[in-house]
């Protein structure tokens, strides 16, 4: 049966269209240096978000319209099933992520959630050989359920450790399955609300022990997709212990996983951590971490995570800079982990909001492109640093220098010079090369 019977395919049509539902920026086809659209973005659709969430709010019950909602239990995963590859198929989107109690509900026991879930994966695993949409990633929901109250691989019961491990056991092997191309660690409740009954240490130990057990068990059944930690602020716990991607970057350094894992970035995870996207994108970046995306947009008027779809043109150009700058997402894409507002309850609502963030990282895609082939900040970065390239800076560099060298050189110096950043003339230069694209026709 068909979910979304007022929906055709969405195609692209150009600014000029007027069709709302219809590609204004996103030519999956067009080329962009040397790769398509398509190929530089990446594009998914969040499962939870889409086919899961119902509108509800701290406040509020939920709101959503869907057509598969008069179904329930196993018969209502599997009609989301069914309107899911729909909408892939009309939005074109070539993958999808899910938790595991997306697809399938748990059951009274473990081995009742395995049986419901293999159902499921099979009827997928149909879908996904006439469809072009593939996993993206896939991971376990260890934050829901009463039993992770205290967390789950950071949990002061081992019962708990020990049924977190079964959940990613199974979901490496789903992943395995269904050809996942990445598989992703989310620490929803792994933190403390308070040190007065917390053992840190044990926690963090215990979180390196789960991890180290994740990577040898992707080895045993040959799982080659990359393991992505996605770190997050704040929700659920007050000190979450992936708080942002220098503090995980950081435990897994010292626990000697850094050379498994790189991370998933998620852009209203950034800003609740106080940082932008961009600042999140480039810590990755810089040390070769940079794995996926989710991408959607927080409200800075809101002090949660608002999961708003992305339509901020200055944060996709930015995200898109350091993504080109990284040469790519490799085996990640950009995950549109983001729900149409509780006000947006139609089925309908579900397309415009995800050709909205299609179109606004196309943008971003084509802005940061210009940027980068014209040069425009790297040559401004280069004079700006330029004082390293020679002379006592270039010494600095190439560890010529220690402290004895360097106070003999500054003890002659009479005037130190400085130069403008002229940040507000390069913010002026971002300016207009968005408007140079988003006017084209």
């Known amino acids: 049966m068909a979910y979304f019977e007022n929906v055709d395919k969405v195609v692209y049509e150009g600014p000029a269209s007027e069709n709302p539902l219809a590609f204004k920026f996103y030519n999956p086809e067009e080329k962009v240096g040397d790769k398509t659209m398509e190929e530089h973005l990446r594009f998914s659709v969040a499962y939870w978000h889409t086919f899961v969430g119902d509108g509800a709010d701290p406040f509020g019950v939920g709101t959503a319209i869907r057509p598969w909602n008069r179904y329930s239990g196993m018969d209502l995963a599997k009609a989301r099933v069914e309107a899911a590859f729909e909408l892939f198929d009309k939005l074109n989107i070539p993958f999808f992520c899910f938790h595991d109690v997306d697809i399938a509900p748990e059951g009274a026991t473990l081995k009742e959630t395995y049986q419901n879930l293999d159902t ?42 020990a049924y977190a491990a079964a959940k990613v056991k199974k979901g490496l092997e789903i992943a395995k399955r269904l050809g996942a191309e990445n598989y992703v660690f989310w620490g929803g409740r792994e933190g403390y609300e308070t040190l007065l009954n917390t053992n840190m240490k044990l926690e963090l130990d215990n979180l390196a022990r789960f991890l180290h057990m994740a990577v040898d068990y992707a080895k045993e059944i040959g799982f080659d997709g990359q393991f992505l930690i996605e770190p997050k602020p704040k929700e659920p716990t007050k000190h979450q212990y992936d708080f942002d991607v220098a503090t995980a970057l950081a435990f897994l350094q010292t626990y000697g996983l850094k050379d498994y894992f790189k991370f998933n970035i998620e852009a209203n995870h950034a800003t609740l951590a106080g940082h932008t996207f961009e600042h999140e994108l480039r810590v990755a970046r810089i040390h070769g971490m940079l794995g996926s995306v989710d991408a959607n947009q ?53 397309f415009y909001a995800h050709i909205a963030g299609m179109d606004s990282f196309a943008i971003g895609l084509k802005v940061a492109y210009r940027l980068i082939e014209d040069r425009v900040f790297e040559s401004v970065v280069e004079e700006r640093y330029k004082s390293y390239t020679e002379g006592i800076g270039r010494d600095i560099i190439d560890g010529k220098a220690d402290f004895h060298t360097l106070e003999a050189y500054a003890l002659n110096l009479r005037d130190i010079s400085n130069r403008s950043g002229r940040q507000e003339r390069l913010k002026t230069l971002l300016n207009q090369y968005l408007l140079e694209v988003c006017v084209a026709r």
């Open 120 to 161: 499921i994966v099979d009827m997928i695993e149909e879908y996904m050989k006439t469809s072009k949409t593939k996993l993206l990633w896939n991971t376990a929901n260890l934050f829901t359920h009463p039993r992770f109250v205290h967390g789950a691989a950071t949990s002061c019961n081992a019962d708990v450790f």
């Open 298 to 350: 927080g409200d800075p008027l809101l002090g949660w995570d608002t999961d708003e779809f992305p339509t901020d043109l200055y944060s996709t150009t930015l995200a898109m800079y350091e993504i080109l700058q990284n040469g790519g997402l490799g085996k990640g894409g950009l995950n549109f982990d983001a729900k149409v507002r509780r006000g947006s309850f139609e089925p309908e609502d579900l």
